[in-house]
C-alpha cells in the first residue's frame, strides 16, 4: 500500500515540476527580452510611436554690394506627391489633367530609384486657387498627394545677374552620394550653378525637426521635441546691380549696332567688370541670359530642352569664365610688354609697315589690318593703331630668341591658368606652345612641328591663344595694378543672423609679373592714347576720365569676326577693368567699345551715353 | 481500500475549528492577490479607451458575479458529484454546442463561442464546460483507483475526452480544445496512466496537426495565426502585427517597466486586445520583468497550493480535481504568456485572474471554489 503512496507522490512531483518547468521558461524567454534586448524593443516602440519630420531652414538671402535682394525666398502652394504613388497610373493620369501637365512629367518628378526617398516630392509650384480648392475637396480621391507651403527663390531684379547668381534645384541622387552632401536628404533645395552652387554651404541653413509622437494609427497626439530650423546665411556679393544692370543692357545695344552694322549673326556676347586693387566682380553679363524662375520647382522638359539644344546659344553658359575666344588685338598689350621686358623693343623703336609683311619669307606674307600700311611707326604708335606689322617683328623676334619667352610671359598675366574665381565652372584658356602643339595634333606628324608664323600669329593674339573675357579683364586690371593679377572673385562676406560679417574676402594676388614700373608706364601710355587719339578715339569722345583701353577684332574661321574691347580706368588712379567681347559683332572699336564705354560709365557715377562709334579700325 | 490507505498514512487532525477546517486563508489571500492585480492591469489597459470605465466596471461585475457560484462551489461536497457521471456528460456537451443552436449563438472573432438571447450576449459556455469536463475526467478516471493499464482503459478514459474535444473543434475553437487534452493529460498523469502513453499521446498529437493543416480544416483566422507564429513577417501588419506589438511591448518594458499606465504601446493602440488575451503585454510593458516575476511569483504559490490540496485530499476523486485545475491554469498560462512572447502560436487562451472577461473570472472562480471543496473535505477533518 505504501508504494502506491509513494507512486502518488511521485506523480504530485511530476505535476509540481511541469508547472515549474512553464513557468521557468516564460521567465527565462521574459528576461532574455526584457532584461537583454531591452534596450533594442525600447527602439521599436519609440520608432512606433515617434515620427520625426523635418523642418526646412530658409534659404540664406544673396545681397548685392549695396545691400539690395538680388535673390530671396517667398512662399508658395506646391503640389507634392509621394514618391509611392508613381505606380498609380489612373493618380497620375488623373493628376495631369488637373495641373495640365504631361504624366510623363509628373512621373519624371516623383520617380526617385532611392529606397529612402519617403517625401513628397514637389510636382508644382503656385499652384492656382482652382487647383488647390479641388484637390483638398477631393482628397480621398488623390491618395498620396497633398498641397504643402514650401519656400521657393524669388528674383526682386528678375533675371538680372542669372548667371553669377546661378540657380536652384532639388539635389540630384548622385550629388547625394558626395561627402559634401552627407547631411542632405532627397528633395532638398541645393544650388545647382553660379553663387547658388558655390556658396551652397553658406546659403543652405541646418534643417529643423519635430518629433511629435503618433497612435497606431498615425494620428499626431502632441509634440515630443522640437528644434527650429537655423537659416541659411546670407550673402553679399561684390557686384553692383546697378553696373549688372548697365553690362546686361549694354550688351543687348552691342548686339542691335552689330546687326545695324552688317553683323546679322551676332547673338551672343559678355561683359564683365571688376576692382584693379581687390579682384571684386562688380558687373558679370553673359548673352543671351536666361530666366532662373524656370528652375523652381523643377524645370519642365520643355524648357531644358530649349535652353540646352544645339541651336540656343546655350544661355545656362557663363561666357566671361566659361566661354574661349582668341583675344585678337587686346593681347598685343602682352606682346608689347614682353618686347619691353626681354628688350625686343622699347616706346619709340621704329618699325615700317607697308601694309603687308614678308620676313618670314616672300611665300608666307602677312597682312597688316590696314592694308595700305602704316609706313614708318613707333612701338608706341603701334599700339595705338593696332598695327599688325610691329607685332609681326616682336612675335618673330621671339621665335628667333627661342625658350618660347613670349608664351612664359603670358602665363605671367594668368593666361592659360584658372584665374580661381569663386564660381563653378572655370575654363583655363590655352596659351599655345611647341609642347601643346605636338600633343594636340597627335595624330597629324605633318603639324606637330612650331613654325615661326605660330609665335607671330600669338603676338597679334590669333592662332591658338584663347582666353576668357575674365582672363582678359583680370590682365588689364594687372596692367593697371603695377604687374599684379588679383583673383577676381564674387563674395564680398557672409552675414550671420545678425547681419554681422563672419567671413570676408580678403585680396589675393593670384599672379604677380615681372615686368618693371617703367615697362608698364609705357604700355599705360600707349593704352590711353588708344582712347584719345588711337583706334577708340570715337567711342570714348567726350567721356569726362581718362581710359586705358585696346581694342580687338578676333578672327575666328568660318564665323563673321569676334569685337573686343577692355579698357581700365581712370587711367591716372585706376579702379576699374572691364572686358567686352561680342561674338560675330564685327570690330571692336565700333561694336564692343560703346559697351564698354557704357560700363565704365556706369562704375565711375559718369553719364550713360550710347555712342555711336565709326571706328572700324582694329 | 485506497481512500483508506489514504487516510491511514495522514496525521489525523480531528481538531479542526469551524475556520481550520473551511477556510485556506493562504490561497484566499493569492487569489485575492491575483485578482486585484488583473483589476489593476485591466484598469491601466482600459484607462485610454473610449468605453474604458464601462470596461473596468463590467470586470469588477465579473468578479462580483463569480464569488457566487465560488462560494457554491466551496459548500457543495465535490464527491457527491461521482453520481452524476451521465448527467454532467451531457451537461458538458449542451454547454458546447448550445451557441450552435440556432437563436442562441452569437459569433465573436470568427468563432461561435457564445450563448445568447435575443441577441444578448451571456456567457461563454466553454468557459463552464471546462469545469464540467475536469469533473467527467475526474468521475471517469478515479474509477480505476490510481493504475490505468490495460490499452481498453485508455481507450475508454480517451472517449470522454473525445466528445467535448469533437465538440469543441467545431466551434471552432481550437485553444480552448487544446485546453480540454491538456486538462486531461495532468489528470492522467495523476491517474496513473503509464509514461509511454504519453508518447504515444504526443505522437498523435503531431498527426492531428499535420491532418488539420494537410486537409484545410482550420478556420481561416487560425490558419493565418499559425502560419505567421512559423514566421511573423508573412503578415506584419494582419496577425503578425499583434505579435509583432506584444513583443515590442514586452521588450520596451525592460526590467522595472515604463511605469503603470504609461505604456506607450498600449496607451497608443499599438496593442491590440489589450485587455483581454494581450493583458500580459500591457503588465510588460508598464511593471517590466519585475511586474512579471511578481505575477509569476504568485502563480507558482497558486499552483504550490493547489498541489499541497491535491496531495492532501479525501480520495483520488478530490486529487484528480485539483490536478485538472493545476492543468488548465498552467497550460493557460503557458498559452497566453507564451502567445505574447511569441513562444506559442497565437489563440484566443486568455490568462487565468488576469484578463478582461466575465464568463473566464467566474470559470475561475468557480474553480477556486472546488479547490476549497477538496480543501474543506481533506483527510482528518
Request: glycine letters at 10%; hydrophobic letters at 45%; aromatic letters at 8%.
Amino acid at each position: 500500500m505504501s508504494t502506491f503512496r509513494q507512486d502518488l507522490k511521485g506523480r504530485f512531483a511530476s505535476l509540481g515540476i511541469i508547472v515549474l518547468m512553464v513557468l521557468g521558461v516564460l521567465l527565462l524567454r521574459l528576461w532574455s527580452m526584457q532584461v537583454l534586448s531591452g534596450a533594442e524593443y525600447v527602439a521599436m516602440a519609440e520608432n512606433n510611436r515617434v515620427r520625426e519630420i523635418s523642418t526646412e531652414a530658409p534659404r540664406g538671402r544673396i545681397l548685392d554690394r549695396e545691400g539690395r535682394e538680388l535673390v530671396s525666398n517667398r512662399a508658395t502652394l506646391a503640389v507634392c506627391v509621394e514618391p509611392a504613388a508613381k505606380n498609380d497610373e489612373d493618380l497620375l493620369y488623373r493628376l495631369s489633367t488637373i495641373l495640365t501637365m504631361p504624366v510623363e512629367e509628373i512621373r519624371a518628378r516623383v520617380s526617385s530609384t532611392k529606397e529612402a526617398a519617403l517625401r513628397p516630392r514637389v510636382v508644382m509650384i503656385d499652384a492656382s486657387p482652382e487647383i488647390v480648392a479641388y484637390l483638398s475637396e477631393h482628397e480621398s480621391e488623390f491618395p498620396g498627394v497633398a498641397i504643402e507651403t514650401r519656400a521657393v527663390r524669388q528674383y526682386p531684379f528678375g533675371n538680372l545677374g542669372a548667371h553669377v547668381l546661378g540657380y536652384t534645384g532639388e539635389i540630384s541622387e548622385s550629388q547625394i552620394d558626395e561627402p559634401e552632401f552627407e547631411t542632405y536628404a532627397l528633395g532638398d533645395i541645393v544650388g545647382k550653378s553660379g553663387a547658388e552652387r558655390q556658396l551652397e554651404s553658406a546659403l543652405q541653413g541646418d534643417k529643423g525637426y519635430r518629433r511629435i509622437e503618433v497612435d497606431a494609427t498615425g494620428a499626431p497626439k502632441g509634440i515630443i521635441e522640437e528644434v527650429e530650423p537655423i537659416a541659411g546665411s546670407d550673402v553679399v556679393l561684390t557686384i553692383d546691380a546697378d553696373v549688372q544692370r548697365v553690362a546686361e543692357d549694354s550688351l543687348v545695344r552691342a548686339l542691335q549696332d552689330a546687326h545695324d552694322s552688317g553683323f546679322p549673326s551676332a547673338a551672343a556676347a559678355a561683359a564683365v567688370a571688376i576692382d584693379v586693387q581687390t579682384g571684386e566682380v562688380l558687373a558679370m553679363a553673359s548673352y543671351p541670359t536666361y530666366d532662373p524662375t524656370l528652375f523652381l520647382g523643377g524645370i519642365s522638359q520643355d524648357n531644358w530642352e530649349a535652353l540646352t539644344n544645339d541651336k540656343s546659344e546655350y544661355p545656362l553658359n557663363n561666357r566671361v569664365i566659361q566661354a574661349l575666344y582668341p583675344p585678337a588685338s587686346t593681347f598685343k598689350a602682352f606682346t608689347g610688354l614682353a618686347g619691353l621686358h626681354y628688350g625686343v623693343t622699347n616706346e619709340w623703336s621704329q618699325y615700317y609697315c607697308a601694309g603687308t609683311w614678308t620676313e618670314m619669307g616672300k611665300q608666307w606674307p602677312k597682312k597688316c589690318w590696314l592694308h595700305s600700311g602704316h609706313k614708318t611707326i613707333s612701338f608706341h604708335q603701334g599700339v595705338v593703331e593696332s598695327c599688325d606689322v610691329v607685332f609681326y617683328e616682336i612675335g618673330y623676334d621671339f621665335y628667333k630668341q627661342g625658350d618660347e619667352k613670349l608664351q612664359t610671359f603670358a602665363r605671367e598675366w594668368g593666361f592659360g591658368s584658372k584665374l580661381g574665381i569663386d564660381l563653378p565652372g572655370e575654363l583655363a584658356g590655352r596659351v599655345p606652345d611647341a609642347a601643346w602643339k605636338t600633343d594636340f595634333n597627335e595624330n597629324y606628324p605633318e603639324y606637330q612641328k612650331w613654325l615661326p608664323g605660330d609665335t607671330v600669329n600669338m603676338a597679334i593674339g590669333q592662332g591658338d591663344m584663347l582666353v576668357s573675357p575674365l582672363q582678359m579683364a583680370s590682365a588689364y586690371a594687372g596692367i593697371a595694378n603695377d604687374g599684379k593679377v588679383m583673383t577676381p572673385h564674387v563674395l564680398q562676406k557672409v552675414l550671420d543672423s545678425k547681419g554681422e560679417a563672419v567671413l570676408t574676402a580678403e585680396p589675393e594676388v593670384a599672379f604677380a609679373a615681372s615686368s618693371t614700373d617703367a615697362e608698364l608706364d609705357v604700355m599705360r601710355r600707349s593704352l590711353v592714347d588708344v582712347t584719345e587719339e588711337g583706334t577708340a578715339k570715337s567711342v570714348f569722345r567726350g567721356f569726362d576720365s581718362s581710359v586705358a583701353g585696346k581694342t580687338g577684332t578676333g578672327q575666328v574661321a568660318g564665323k563673321d569676326d569676334y569685337a573686343w574691347f577692355t579698357a581700365f580706368a581712370p587711367a591716372d588712379n585706376p579702379r576699374y577693368a572691364v572686358a567686352v567681347v561680342i561674338e560675330q559683332g564685327g570690330h571692336g572699336g565700333s561694336v564692343a567699345g560703346p559697351a564698354a564705354r557704357e560700363i565704365l560709365s556706369a562704375l565711375l557715377d559718369l553719364p550713360i551715353v550710347h555712342v555711336q562709334a565709326t571706328d572700324v579700325s582694329r | 481500500m485506497v481512500e483508506h490507505t489514504f487516510a491511514s498514512t495522514r496525521k489525523i487532525r480531528s481538531e479542526h475549528s469551524w475556520f481550520g477546517r473551511w477556510v485556506n486563508v493562504p490561497l484566499l489571500a493569492i487569489v485575492a492577490l491575483l485578482i486585484a492585480y488583473g483589476s489593476v492591469m485591466v484598469q491601466s489597459a482600459t484607462s485610454g479607451m473610449s468605453a474604458g470605465d464601462a470596461l473596468f466596471m463590467r470586470h469588477l461585475i465579473g468578479i462580483a458575479i463569480g464569488v457566487v457560484p465560488m462560494v457554491i462551489a466551496w459548500a457543495v461536497d465535490y464527491q457527491s458529484f461521482k453520481g452524476w457521471l451521465g448527467p454532467l456528460v451531457v451537461l458538458d456537451a449542451l454547454l458546447i454546442v448550445s451557441p450552435r443552436i440556432p437563436g442562441l449563438g452569437y459569433e465573436a472573432g470568427g468563432a461561435t463561442s457564445w450563448l445568447a438571447i435575443g441577441g444578448v450576449r451571456l456567457f461563454q459556455p466553454s468557459e463552464p464546460a471546462k469545469l464540467v469536463t475536469i469533473i467527467v475526467m475526474a468521475i471517469v478516471i478515479a474509477q480505476y483507483k490510481g493504475r490505468i493499464q490495460s490499452r481498453q482503459d485508455v481507450a475508454k478514459v480517451m472517449a470522454f475526452l473525445a466528445l467535448p474535444l469533437a465538440l469543441i473543434l467545431l466551434q471552432p475553437d481550437l485553444g480552448t480544445g487544446l485546453v480540454f487534452v491538456a486538462i486531461t493529460m495532468g489528470m492522467l498523469l495523476i491517474g496513473g496512466i503509464k509514461p509511454r502513453w504519453f508518447l504515444v499521446f504526443a505522437l498523435v498529437g503531431v498527426l492531428a496537426v499535420g491532418a488539420v493543416l494537410q486537409f484545410d480544416l482550420l478556420a481561416e483566422y487560425q490558419r493565418s495565426r499559425l502560419l505567421v507564429f512559423v514566421d511573423p513577417s508573412l503578415d506584419p501588419s494582419g496577425a503578425g502585427y499583434n505579435l509583432a506589438q506584444s513583443k515590442i511591448a514586452i521588450g520596451s518594458g525592460e526590467f522595472s517597466g515604463k511605469g503603470l499606465g504609461s505604456g506607450t504601446q498600449s496607451n497608443l493602440n499599438f496593442l491590440p486586445e489589450r485587455h483581454t488575451d494581450f493583458i500580459f503585454s500591457v503588465l510588460g510593458e508598464e511593471l517590466g520583468f519585475m511586474g512579471a516575476v511578481a505575477l509569476f511569483g504568485l502563480y507558482l504559490a497558486l499552483l504550490a497550493i493547489a498541489l499541497e490540496i491535491a496531495a492532501q485530499s479525501r480520495d483520488l476523486f478530490g486529487s484528480l480535481i485539483v490536478a485538472g485545475l493545476i492543468s488548465m491554469w498552467t497550460f493557460q498560462i503557458l498559452i497566453n504568456v507564451g502567445m505574447t512572447i511569441g513562444l506559442m502560436p497565437i489563440t484566443g487562451i486568455p490568462l487565468p485572474y488576469m484578463s478582461f472577461g466575465s464568463s473566464f473570472m467566474v470559470t475561475n472562480l468557480t474553480g477556486t471554489g472546488m479547490l476549497l471543496s477538496v480543501w474543506a473535505r481533506r483527510q482528518g477533518v
